[in-house]
Structure formats: C-alpha cells, structure tokens
C-alpha cells in the first residue's frame, strides 16, 4: 500500500494519459487494452488498463529495456542450438508471468547478432524492442499494424521472413499457418501458456476438430524442432 485508498475519479486521472484515441475506443469498446508504454523515469512497462465495477484498473509489469543473453537468464547455453534450425516449429511454454517473452526475445537476440536474416515479430503488444544488428527485424504489433495474429501471419509468408516470431499460439487458425510457415522454409518460435511441454502438445492438438487431428499430429511430427517450458 502507498497512500491512502484512491477514487475512482483519481484513478481515471491517472490512467486515461497513458492511452491514446484507437485505446480510449477499444477501452469503450471492449472493456480493457493491452498496451507497452515508455514512462520517463520508469522505463517500459506492459500496461493492461480495464474497466471494472467501480471505475478504472491498471496492471503493470516492467519489460526489460534491451534483449538479455541466456547467461542474464540462467540458462543453459544448449539452448543456442534453436537458432541453428533453418525452419520449423519452437515453442516456449510456461504459466504467465514465468519469462517467456524475456526467453524469446534471448534466442531472436542470438540471430539477431550472428545472421543476417530478416526477422519477423507479431506481437500483442511489442514488449522488448530490438535493436539492428546484423539482422533485419520488423515487429508488428497487433491493434496497430495488423488486425490479428493470424492476418499478420498469412500477410508474413509474402514479406520473405527468414524467422517468424509469435507472440503468442492463441487459436486454431494461427496455429494453422504458424505450422505451413514452418513447414514451408521458415523457423517459427512462438509462446504458449501451457504448464508443461506434454500439455503444450495437447493443447496444440485439441484446438482442432477430431477429425482433423491425425492430420495435424502428421504435422507437428514433421514441423516441431524444441518445446521449452
């Protein structure tokens, strides 16, 4: 705690600057937006600004100012070999909150600084923004720059990406081209919010109907390189 207890009026005070005209609308419209802001003094948060009974919520979360290395992360350096793969399929695994995003933004960071590919991030919204390197990266962020996760990605296949970066594997039909990309010359990576990486096949799974699941297990088989949760 810090303070006394705020109104609902102060709180809309404080919350309605850090949202632009497209925000206030989807706020409106919707009832929340997500959103990444650069407050001076703070750095880069992750902002989820809602509507509740009462008035106004915000929820923040601090992003990391630059991409960190897998040593900053305590990870084990095998995990270098992901970014070895020409094409298929890697997904990060884990609850919210438990480092995804920081974990992905580690690996795109590692080709980013060793190959010159031209790396495409859809992302909702942008969290860890990356500097040029010896890559081209083009982060798109959704609300913004594209519809969906899955309209950015059926666009992507035009764009000529050497790596596809996924946000997040929401819903079938992202799920569907995220494994043509994959299975077509690109390496995709992509989160999901899974508790482990047999539940993550699963869930991978079970987003499609019955009758298309032989086809899709046939799929992955051929498409997916690493699971890490």
Known sequence: PQ??????AAVERMLAPLLDGDQRRALEDRGYVDSALDVT?????????????GGWKG????????PPTLEQL??????????????????????NGHGKTTTLAALVDLINS?????????????????????????????????????????????????????????????????????????LVMATM???????TLDRLIDMFPADEQQQVRSSLAAALKFVLS
Do not use: C, W
């Open 3 to 8: 303070g006394p207890t705020l109104g609902a």
């Open 41 to 53: 003094g703070a750095g880069r948060l992750r902002a989820n600004i809602a509507r509740v009974r």
């Open 59 to 66: 929820s923040f979360r601090l992003i990391a100012m630059a």
């Open 74 to 95: 305590g990870l084990p350096k095998e995990l270098a070999r992901i970014t070895t793969y020409h094409q298929g399929l890697v997904v990060i695994a884990g609850p």
């Open 114 to 186: 060793s190959k010159a590919h031209h790396i495409l991030t859809i992302e909702d919204p942008v969290e860890i923004v990356h500097p040029r390197k010896k890559s081209v990266v083009s982060q798109r962020e959704v609300g913004n720059h594209t519809r969906s996760f899955a309209a950015a990605l059926k666009a992507s296949l035009r764009e000529d990406p050497d790596v596809i970066v996924i946000g997040e594997l929401r819903d079938r039909e992202t799920v569907e081209i995220a494994l043509t990309a994959a299975e077509t010359g690109h």
């Open 193 to 199: 919010s899974t508790p482990s990486a047999a539940k």
